[in-house]
């Protein structure tokens, strides 16, 4: 992976992290990753393994095929071929913006899921999770 994408993904998983709130030493106990690993993998000097991508999905709010599809290991295309028929023909994905994204570079697709996931775990954290209601 080249060292812009290193950074690129660093900096996405950390925004993720950050978002929840979590510290890297509250993500690390959770995920059973090492702060010091984490970190690195933050400012992009090291690439996870998808072993560790696995452990970072869960406590960072996201499922595996979206980290992965961060991640470069999946392509949004790959996602779309596993999704069933039906979730395409009942609103799963709009025709439209399937249109758009696919005139778009695998590059650009990835950090639209990126910015998705991100505004996702943003959404959850917005809703009081006692009571289900909007936080103001």
């Known amino acids: 992976m080249a ?3 290193l950074i690129r993904f660093g900096s996405v998983l950390k925004q993720q992290r950050l978002s929840i709130p ?3 030493q509250q993500l ?7 702060a010091s690993h984490l970190g690195r993998i933050e400012r992009g000097q090291r690439f996870p393994s ?3 991508l696995r452990r970072l999905a869960g406590p960072l709010g996201l499922e595996e095929n979206e980290i992965f599809t961060v991640a ?5 295309q790959s996602l779309n071929m596993t999704v069933p028929m039906q979730l395409h023909t009942s609103g799963g994905l709009d025709p439209v913006v399937a249109r ?3 005139q778009e570079s695998i590059e650009v697709q990835r950090q639209v899921i990126s910015i998705l996931s991100i505004l996702k775990s ?13 936080k103001k």
């Open 3 to 5: 060292n812009e994408n």
């Open 22 to 24: 979590l510290t890297l």
């Open 28 to 34: 690390a106990g959770k995920s059973n990753v090492s």
């Open 50 to 52: 998808a072993k560790i």
């Open 72 to 76: 470069g290991y999946l392509t949004p």
């Open 100 to 102: 758009m994204l696919s």
């Open 122 to 134: 943003l959404a959850k954290n917005g809703t009081d999770s006692k009571s289900g209601t909007e």
